[in-house]
């Protein structure tokens, strides 16, 4: 390359390759491609380009580092801060020395149900402003990401290019701004002051993520973050839960129908499994930071505030010292003096457990992480009474007090008094008949309370007596179950996806879409990528193809393979040959079906009879 253009800021690299080609002179965007990265079948790609390295060999005379390239002129800064590091840095990794292929997948973007942008967008004051000051005016990144229908800079919407991403036959091509520019207004949506309040807000925020350099947060702690947040909001309960309608109910509200819509973050009333469910609760997978970005704000915070808290603070699960020890029997009891925590990870559920131990012996866990003050006063489980608690347990058993008062006094449940008195030999009794006594007792009260509520299902003889239900559950679980009302299994409310009749309809969509490739005037390989991108159900026919067995013979027969798709590129190019000049040269043929020198000479034949074919014809 005998020269480069300048980067201007917030310019996407793609914009910078268009004005290179441009300038460049190249007829063909191959070219230009080629003298860039070093290859003529790189794609264009527009927010996650490859072959970064390439590049950086080829620029003349230059001080730019492959990091300058993606931190300033790419979308990837954007999903930092919700991603893993170690991903982070492979994804960077390909940017710069691989292909590119799989970076939409590690992103999550692949399963996501945010759509991206299928045009390039711009804003008419940006380019006023860019043509005085530049002369020429370019594609800013932050105008491109998802969600972003307002210029931040301006506070005017963005408008929309003729430029259709969605096309296959625009994956080398090379569109500059200046030439790209609408001259005739089109339909704009009308949005109200509130809408446009939060389309502003969305469009701030993104570039705040553009150009500020966060690091990756962790998913849990961002959780316990946004859980407290709503707490102070009172959409959470006492006991830690989500009041999900209320939280729905506001949250749509607050952003009204118009701007979820645009940001393809609709929330269905009724739904357990939407995005808002997957953030609030365990994560266990990436959520487009667009949806961050709304809630967020909804939460009434900024990525900025937000970001800096985490990249400052260390994450304390269970706060910081000094923990109150919990034993009852000590007269420091409730009195914050525990000053170390052991903190291990629940095998099930992948929350903190938190285990205390105090001078007196006393030792509790509990799962964690805290997320109000009344949460260092719980106990999830005692590990050890220590001294100071058996010395109190021997000193109440000679009193006259009853076995309930014994065990409020002690912090503890009867049968635990029971049980730490045997093992310290201090009574001698036949604990065995007693629990036998207490269990007839308790099974008696079941069967009565079942006769009495015919027809009632065990989840509601439950609720009308938890007490023995849960009695009955830890010390005669099998009985209890041969003697409760059997489940009688309802189908869910929910919508039932009936998976043969979506099968036909897939089948003959997939049949229509197949005709129509072939039959097209452009020539165009016939695969499964193409057919679901056609279809705008490209993950439906990954994820459940062995559900639509219909549609898997229509696409096993239907799909070419590369060998097959040469073979139809060639017989169009002898037809299409013989009709325009009425001789057909065999070199002519290899070279308008684009055929390399490997698959001539697999073809050889195959191109000789089908010439030897239109002269017979």
Request: hydrophobic residues 35%; glycine residues 4%.
């Amino acid at each position: 390359m005998l020269f480069f253009p300048k980067l201007y800021e917030d310019e996407l690299l793609y914009s910078v390759i268009a004005r290179y080609h441009q300038y460049s002179g190249n007829e063909n965007f191959k070219h230009s491609l080629n003298e860039s990265f070093g290859s003529s079948t790189i794609c264009s790609t527009l927010f996650f380009p490859s072959s970064i390295s390439n590049l950086i060999n080829n620029l003349p005379h230059h001080s730019l580092t492959s990091n300058e390239i993606i931190d300033n002129h790419t979308i990837l800064p954007y999903y930092k801060p919700w991603i893993p590091i170690n991903r982070y840095s492979t994804l960077i990794n390909k940017m710069v020395n691989g292909k590119g292929s799989d970076l939409y997948m590690l992103l999550g973007r692949t399963a996501s149900s945010v759509k991206s942008k299928q045009s390039l967008y711009y804003c008419e004051d940006c380019v006023k402003f860019e043509t005085r000051m530049y002369g020429e005016t370019y594609w800013h990144r932050t105008h491109q990401l998802d969600g972003v229908l307002v210029c931040h800079i301006h506070r005017k919407f963005l408008i929309k290019s003729k430029i259709d991403l969605s096309k296959r036959t625009n994956k080398h091509s090379l569109f500059t701004l200046d030439n790209s520019i609408e001259t005739n207004d089109s339909k704009k949506i009308v949005y109200s002051r509130d809408d446009f309040k939060h389309l502003l807000t969305v469009a701030e925020q993104s570039y705040t993520l553009l150009e500020s350099r966060f690091t990756a947060m962790i998913p849990e702690k961002l959780r316990v973050f946004y859980v407290s947040k709503l707490r102070e909001m009172e959409f959470v309960t006492l006991s830690g839960n989500i009041r999900w309608k209320k939280l729905i109910a506001s949250f749509t509200s607050y952003y009204g129908d118009n701007v979820l819509k645009e940001c393809n973050s609709n929330i269905s009333f009724g739904t357990e499994d939407t995005w808002l469910h997957k953030v609030l609760r365990k994560p266990r997978g990436s959520c487009h930071p667009l949806r961050h970005i709304l809630l967020i704000s909804f939460l009434g915070e900024t990525v900025e505030s937000l970001l800096k808290k985490f990249n400052t603070d260390t994450y304390n699960p269970f706060g910081v010292d000094p923990w109150p020890c919990l034993n009852k029997a000590a007269d420091h009891y409730k009195e914050s003096i525990i000053t170390t925590v052991k903190i291990t990870k629940d095998f099930k559920s992948s929350n903190p457990v938190g285990t205390f131990k105090c001078t007196c012996g006393f030792s509790y866990s509990r799962k964690g992480p805290d997320l109000v003050t009344e949460d260092r006063y719980r106990i999830g489980r005692i590990k050890e009474f220590g001294g100071v608690w058996r010395k109190k347990l021997k000193e109440i058993n000679e009193s006259d007090l009853s076995l309930r008062k014994k065990a409020e006094v002690l912090g503890v449940d009867p049968k635990t008094v029971i049980n730490q008195l045997l093992k310290d030999d201090l009574i001698n009794i036949n604990v065995e008949s007693i629990s036998n006594d207490k269990k007839q007792g308790q099974k008696q009260q079941w069967l009565k309370l079942i006769n009495e509520n015919t027809g009632l299902s065990i989840s509601e003889l439950r609720k009308s007596n938890s007490n023995l239900y849960m009695w009955l559950y830890r010390n005669d679980k099998e009985w209890l179950k041969e003697h409760s009302p059997k489940k009688i299994r309802i189908k869910s409310k929910g919508s039932i996806i009936d998976w043969e009749q979506r099968d036909i309809q897939i089948e003959e969509l997939a049949k229509s879409i197949v005709k129509d490739i072939l039959n097209e005037k452009k020539i165009q390989r016939v695969t499964k990528n193409e057919v679901g991108r056609r279809m705008g159900r490209i993950n439906l026919l990954y994820k459940n193809m062995h559900k639509l067995p219909k549609t898997k013979f229509i696409l096993e027969n239907g799909l070419e393979s590369i060998e097959e798709f040469q073979m139809r590129r060639i017989k169009n190019v002898v037809k299409k040959l013989m009709l325009n000049r009425g001789v057909v040269k065999e070199w002519e043929v290899i070279r308008e079906a684009g055929l390399k020198p490997k698959y001539a000479n697999i073809h050889k034949h195959f191109i000789k009879r089908g010439i030897f074919a239109s002269y017979k014809l």
